[in-house]
């Protein structure tokens, strides 16, 4: 049973443990409410609340996910009430003489952090804004400055944009948090970068991964114990596919969830991987769908609702529908609803789910076979402006114009409209990096084209100012020097090459050779009815002419096979 | 059967199963359900996967197919013979030549052909998964779709978990593990072997262990001339034609016509022979094909057999 009640104007939640007391303090803020310029600077704030570190012995810590941020401490009444007291005085009062010292460990945190797929699901999702932003390094730490950590703190951190639950009997003596008055602060909107769905994208990595937003509701919760048990039963138990599958769900806080789901496998299952997980969506899709696997997830849910730790446990839950104004059930409302469950919903979930569905696959594999689109790796529309050749034997031209900067080559088209454009990183040497608002980006490296010293400092005049991120100056063997040769092998031959690729095939040998036959046919096959000599050259010309021309083709064939 | 009174050879599938001349009729009719009733009183898993692999030759299902299963997304023989008809479609455009003969061209479309195949095999397989006349479909899809060896090999034990002894799929499977599709000789070898060992006394599945062989002789013109594959050979014989249990059920006319070129090749005449008698006018394109003409070599392979059997 949960009890509601404030604490110093904030909304609290309290629900009895049989543990020790636990709270938690969450605000409606996270990476989707950041620009990708300021990337990092809630994470920032909670660090700069958090300290001084916390005491010895204690379970303090804050977290940062896309939509909130949560400070959350477990002990002692009395060290629980310190530590979030503590934290409302520093949120008031930023310790920003520590803003260097935490920057600093808030990269080193970045660097020691594992690739996760869901942040490349939520990328090629939602582009370089809003949901898509979590996928993105901390760029805009160096950037952010006290002032900005102030304003920051007085739009989100505030006791109406708060919630606080607590696992306990009560609310501990000597609590207080001070905050100061703001508004409650909506889940940003979720921007799309896919024009169609389902998708798909591959980025290398050895693993797939399948992101989904359906609307938020206890059959799709139902849906996704059942797609972790298929997936646990398809790609581990019947032929050992995979080396890890699991299934999440997780509320958006704006009326959708999403789903997430994902598997591993060894290099040399890869291929058997991504055809298992396709079949398991499509069953599901088509509403094979095991009745005892719904009665597992639906005793499963049930029992966490029941059991001794049940209100207490959905408290983080419970307390983050309070912040986005969704409903919240009680235990009872939630067990009945999830009795209630049919096939027929999660199949309805299923369906809804694979229709929007955005599938990474792993390293060269596709998926359009499976009825996925290929999601747009670079920009439809090329851009107008001058082009630079590449000078380092690569087969890309460096596009600048007046509305912005793009790559094309044999296999690439990237482009950034600068009105489009959502980030500049700057590097002293010249370098520059837009990333465009569709998660696009654009690498210029002056150095290594053609008469392009001059395009930096028109990016810079182009791009608004509050886009750009200063990064720090690169090691001199960073900055690329160009080499004509570095890339004749690997990036297929260039016009020198190809002609020699032609000639060393004795295609030019064999041209000539035909010409000179052909000549001869040519000069004395009207004369062969006078002369029977003439005749038998004419005949031997015209069949030597043959045989030449039939190679001469067979080895142009070749030849353009292998320029391919 | 003295060599003169021998029947002109007959490539025609329906020579041996008559069911399938009314099959290739209802389709040319078309007459839909008829087609369906054909194929769901075959006698067996084999028997439904070699109709619906014949269905898929015959030119013109793919105009209609895509509306019966609009109707009845249900209909697993619609799915499996327009997998396969699309499927078939793709291969004769990328014919069977080796990669490198063939254009980006062919290519490209040869692939728009199996990955509509895929997609309508795909929601087929979720609904049956039991059916193995559509995951041997999809075996072929995943050979040309390049797939590596993990994958094809799921797709089979997916069939096999229903049928163990699913001779289509095996032949399939086996091509698979053919070096020119990504296997090894050994991976090949031991698959046929294994086939042949789980499968009871008299069941065809021995004709792996031979097709298996013959693939490599084609590589390795040595190949059949070793004692020991000349004794797989004949362990294969005896446990399949030879045996008193190999009957007449839905392949029998391909196995008989793979033990005689194979018997043939290694100067077998009489156990040729043996073969040729019992297939009468039963004659397979497969394996004759790797010999040149099948007509031809079947004709002349035969008289040889029978001459020098002393018939």
Redesign the interface.
Known sequence: MIRYTEVDGVPTLIAPTPGPLRAGLMFRVGRADETLPRAGITHLLAHLALAPPGRAGCHDDGTTSPVRTSFHSQGPDQDVAAFLTGVCAALRDLPTRRLETEKEILRTEYGSRPAHPAGSLALWRHGARDHGLAAYPEWGLSMITADDLRAWAARYFTRDNAVLWIGGRDVPAGLTLDLPGGERRPVPAASSALPVTPAYFSDGAHAVALDAVVRRRTAAAVFTGVLERELFRGLRQEGDYASAAAADYEPRGDGYAVITASADALPEKQDAMLGGFVDILAALRVGRIRPADVDAVVAERTHALTDAEGSAARLPSVAFSVLTGEPRPSAEELTAELGQVTIADVHEVAVEALDAALLMVPDGRHADWAGFTEAPTGSGEAMTGRTHRCLDGVDVQLVAGPEGVGLIGAHQRESVRFAECVALLAWPDGRRLLIGADAVSVTVEPTLYAGAAAIPSAIDAAVPAHLRIEMPAREPWAIPRPDPKRHRGTAGPRAGSRLRVWKDAGVTRLALLLALSAAVTALLLPNAVADSGNWVVALVALVVSGVLARALIRRIRLVRRLLQ | MPAASAPPPDFDPAAAYPEMGRLRAALTAPDWPEVRALVAAAPGPVARTMLTQYAATVPGAELFLPDVLARD?DDAVAAAVLGGRLITMGWAVRSSAPA?YVS?EQFRTFRDF??RA??VL??A???H?ADPALWSQRLL??RG?G??L??V???Y??LAEHDPHHLPAQGHLLQSLCPKWGGTWQQMHAFAHECMLAAPPGAPNAVLVVTGHLERWLADDAHLASPEVRTEIYEAAARSVWDPGFGNDHGWAGVRNTFAMAFSLLGDHRAAAGQFTELGRCASEHPWHFLGDPAEVFVTRRAQAYAKAGL
């Open positions: 997304a490198a980006q199996l990955v895929e997609r795909i929601d397989t979720a609904r998964p899809s995943a779709l797939f590596g993990a994958e090999r799921r797709r034990d997916r």
